[in-house]
């Protein structure tokens, strides 16, 4: 028979708490990691939700401002009210008439039949006072809109007004009498360049 000994079972058990102790605390670590990454993420997923929230109301805040220039300008200097008619298509183009000194800036004739809709091909990015076809915030209405750091809009929000035509019910769908109204569609911008919030509204001005 051979002999005990009780030193090497001491060691074999101590030998299995250490292992045991290092499994337990990678499994603290990696748990404590997933927590962190899951705050990361909640958080990351909340800046996102607010600036898009922030491009929103630059948006809708743009519409606004389009319904005001088609309306009645507050600022006499720079209002084109009168260009908007029920009855009246002079100014909207095809090209949207670009250019900042433009007095048609932004507006736009409706796209052919069977072609992508205008609002789909201009490039509201373009801020260059030579091509811009987008009329930026305040450019006729003299009304004015804070951009900047921190959690304001990175750039002014932009719109564009398409042409459209107006038949009541029941009215033919010719030339005679014919009336139009107006497709506002504004793009605004989030605290990021790269957040952008596109919004549309019908709009028409009474005779």
Known sequence: MFAAHPGKSRRGQQGISLVASLLMLIAVLLLGLSAAQIA???EKASRNDRDRQIAFQAAEAA???AELDIEHSPDAARSRSAIFSPRKTDGFTDGCGSGGTNTFL???SRAAEGLPAVWQTVDFLDADPSSARSVPYGKFTGQIFQTGEG???GKLP???IELMVYNKPGEAADLSGRSYFYRITALGFGMRDTTQVVLQTFYRKED
Do not use: E, H
């Open 151 to 153: 959690s304001l809009p």
């Open 40 to 42: 990361l993420q909640g």
């Open 158 to 160: 932009r719109y564009i």
């Open 63 to 65: 519409l606004m401002d």
């Open 106 to 108: 932004g507006l736009c």
